[in-house]
């Protein structure tokens, strides 16, 4: 069984730009979630999808957004970029609604704003 | 809010030796609980979880975790530690009551010694 794949692993961005993150979850799994981990924050939620439907927002502006597809794959957008949006972003897959086992991450997106 | 606490940012252990990674967490019930590692410029491989039942858990590579209720503790250890185990461990969260919504800590980096 293939595993949560994130594209691109690598992207470089001019501030002011948009972005957008791809996350395609395991097979059979409904729920998709995104976290941000930077050297000073550490991992910090953004937001989850669980059947088409944002169900979870962590802090963040409304820059970031995100969304979800009928065959579950997710993306997020981070509009107007900031040289402090530089971050690995890695999404998760879970295949329940409610937190009753794990979640598989992906390998990031590492993303940086020059 | 959940919150979780790793107090040590950095670990070194001789290789053999034994390992505890301390987490603590904030929360009024009994949270599901995660020990993640991540390899440099990787995703989270899940070490191990707990969601009730025994206390002491065990997981992948040898490690193991034991959740004390009355300390809010869910201390992940190793009794003889390889070189490869080198990498940052991550303590996390999980309520139910917010999907799969994962709060972590700020991890704990373990260098290994020959």
């Keep these: 069984?293939?595993?949560?794949?994130?594209?691109?692993?690598?992207?470089?961005?001019?501030?002011g730009q948009q972005v957008t993150l791809s996350c395609s979850p395991i097979s059979g799994h409904r729920s998709v979630s995104w976290y941000q981990q930077t050297p000073g924050q550490g991992l910090q939620f953004l937001f989850e999808y669980f059947s088409e439907t944002q169900r979870n927002k962590g802090n963040f502006p409304g820059r970031f957004s995100g969304r979800q597809f009928s065959?579950?794959?997710?993306?997020m957008n981070v509009s107007t970029l900031e040289l402090g949006d530089s971050a690995l972003y890695l999404c998760a897959s879970s295949p329940a609604s409610t937190m009753n086992t794990e979640a598989f991450f992906g390998q990031g997106t590492r993303l940086t704003v020059v | 809010a959940q919150s979780v606490t790793q107090p040590d940012i950095h670990i070194t252990v001789s290789e053999g030796a034994s390992l505890e990674l301390r987490c603590n967490y904030s929360y009024g019930a009994t949270p599901y609980l995660f020990w993640y590692v991540q390899s440099p410029g990787q995703g989270l491989q899940l070490l191990l979880k707990y969601f009730s039942g025994d206390t002491l858990v065990q997981g992948i590579k040898g490690f193991e975790a034991e959740f004390k209720r009355s300390q809010s503790s869910f201390n992940l250890r190793k009794p003889s530690v390889h070189w490869s185990d080198a990498a940052e461990y991550f303590c996390a969260v999980g309520?139910?009551?917010?999907?799969?919504?994962l709060v972590f800590g700020a991890g704990t980096i373990l260098r290994?010694?020959?």
């Design chain 2, 95 to 101: 309520v139910k009551e917010y999907g799969n919504k």
């Design chain 2, 112 to 114: 290994v010694k020959s």
């Design chain 1, 1 to 15: 069984k293939a595993g949560v794949t994130q594209t691109p692993r690598y992207l470089i961005k001019t501030r």
């Design chain 1, 71 to 75: 065959n579950s794959r997710s993306e």
